[in-house]
C-alpha cells in the first residue's frame, strides 16, 4: 500500500503578502541603488514619465529622482514596451534581454490588427520602419504616415502598431526624464545603446529572478506577469532546485530556498504606489495585496488612480491635487493609521518634491469603475 504524498506546506494570504513585500523592497527602505532596484525588481511599470520615480521613493534609503534620471540620460536604463505589451523601465542589459523573451507575445499581438494589414509584408514593414527610427528617432505618428504612404489601402494604426511589435523600439530622451517633458519619440534599442540586442534568455533564468522579486508565486502568476504562455515547463526543470507551497485555494506555489519569507505578522508600513504599480499587476491571484472587497476600485474607466497601502493590502487611492496630496480611503482609517499614513505621506514628498509646500489632506474616495 503506497503513502499519499505529503501535502505541501499552507501559506495563508498574510504570508504571502509579508514575503512579496519584503522581495518589493517595501517592507523597510533598502539600501541599493536606482540601478540595482530596477534590476532587481525586473524593471518599473511606466506607461507615464512619474510612475517609476513614485515606485522607487516608496522602495529606497536615500532615493533623489535624479539619480533614475540620469540614468535614463546616460542610457543606461530605458523605457520600452515588454511584459503585458506595456511601456516598462528597464536597465540596459534587461532591455536587450528581456524583450526578446516576450517576443513571441509580441508577434501574437499583432493577429489583434490582422484585417488593418491585409496585404502587408510584415518582414519588410519591419525592416522599413527599423531604418526609419535608426535614421532618426519618429513619433508614432511620423511612424505611422511614413508606413501609410508604403501601403496606402492598410489601416494606419495598424501598421504602426505592427512596427511597435516587431521591433524593441525604446522612447528616447528628454522623454522620462524628472522634471523634463518631451514628446515620445522612438528609435531601436540597438541604435540607442550601440550593441546589439542579446539571444532571449532561458525562459527557467527568468522565473527565478521572477520569483526573487514576485514569489512565492504560481506558474499562472508569472505567465500573467509576463504575458507569455506554456511556462509549465520552465518550472518543471527548475522543480528539484525549488521549494513548493500551497495557497489557501489549494495552487501550487514555486519559490526559492533561500528567499525571504517573513513571518506574517511582520509589521508592514504605509506605502504611497503609482499607478500600475508592479505590486498589483504581477500575479494571476492579486488578493495576496488586493482585498476581493477593493477588487477593481482603483481603475475609473481607463484610468488608473496610484494606490497606497496599510498594513500591507491596497488601502485607497490618492492624487496630486494643486498643492495638495489627497489621500482617498476605501474604508475609515483608525487614528494610528491616519498619521502613520500621513507620514508616509509627508516623506514620499520630501522625496519627490523637496522643498515645495504640498499639504496632506484626507477626502472621501470617488466611484471607481471595474479594472
Not at 499614513?341 to 496632506?360: I, S, T
Request: glycine share 8%; proline share 9%.
Amino acid at each position: 500500500m503506497t503513502k499519499s504524498a505529503t501535502p505541501a506546506p499552507l501559506l495563508g494570504t498574510h504570508a504571502l503578502n509579508r514575503a512579496t513585500l519584503e522581495r518589493q523592497l517595501l517592507l523597510r527602505p533598502a539600501a541599493l541603488t536606482a540601478a540595482a532596484a530596477v534590476g532587481r525588481l525586473l524593471g518599473l511599470q511606466a506607461q507615464n514619465v512619474r510612475p517609476p520615480y513614485q515606485a522607487l521613493a516608496a522602495r529606497l534609503d536615500g532615493f533623489a529622482p535624479e539619480a533614475l534620471s540620469r540614468l535614463m540620460a546616460e542610457r543606461e536604463a530605458v523605457r520600452i514596451v515588454t511584459m503585458r505589451s506595456t511601456i516598462h523601465t528597464h536597465t540596459a542589459d534587461d532591455a536587450l534581454t528581456l524583450r526578446p523573451l516576450v517576443q513571441p507575445a509580441r508577434d501574437r499581438e499583432i493577429n489583434i490588427f490582422r484585417k488593418g494589414l491585409v496585404g502587408v509584408d510584415l518582414e519588410r514593414l519591419a525592416l522599413l520602419a527599423r531604418e526609419l527610427v535608426e535614421a532618426e528617432p519618429r513619433t508614432m505618428g511620423q511612424l505611422r504616415d511614413a508606413l501609410s504612404a508604403e501601403w496606402p489601402e492598410a489601416d494606419p494604426r495598424a501598421l504602426a502598431v505592427a512596427a511597435r511589435c516587431r521591433l524593441p523600439l525604446v522612447q528616447v530622451t528628454p522623454r522620462g526624464l524628472w522634471g523634463r517633458s518631451g514628446q515620445v519619440a522612438l528609435t531601436t534599442v540597438e541604435r540607442w545603446l550601440g550593441r546589439p540586442a542579446e539571444p532571449a534568455p532561458d525562459p527557467a533564468d527568468v522565473v527565478v529572478r521572477y520569483l526573487a522579486a514576485f514569489g512565492p508565486a504560481s506558474v499562472q502568476d508569472m505567465q500573467t506577469w509576463s504575458g507569455l504562455t506554456r511556462l509549465r515547463p520552465a518550472f518543471e526543470r527548475l522543480r528539484p532546485r525549488l521549494l513548493t507551497f500551497r495557497d489557501e485555494r489549494g495552487t501550487e506555489l514555486f519559490d526559492l530556498p533561500d528567499a525571504p519569507r517573513p513571518d506574517p505578522a511582520t509589521p508592514a508600513p504605509p506605502r504611497f504606489l503609482p499607478e500600475y504599480d508592479n505590486l498589483l499587476l504581477s500575479h494571476a491571484d492579486r488578493t495576496r495585496v488586493v482585498p476581493a472587497a477593493y477588487r477593481g476600485r482603483t481603475w475609473q474607466g481607463n484610468t488608473a488612480h496610484p494606490t497606497f497601502l496599510v498594513d500591507g493590502f491596497l488601502a485607497g487611492v490618492w492624487k496630486l491635487r494643486g498643492d495638495a496630496l489627497v489621500v482617498e480611503p476605501f474604508a475609515g482609517l483608525g487614528r494610528a493609521a491616519r498619521t502613520a499614513v500621513a507620514a508616509e505621506a509627508e516623506r514620499m514628498l520630501g522625496v519627490l518634491y523637496p522643498g515645495e509646500p504640498y499639504d496632506v489632506r484626507f477626502g472621501e474616495v470617488t466611484d471607481m469603475g471595474q479594472g
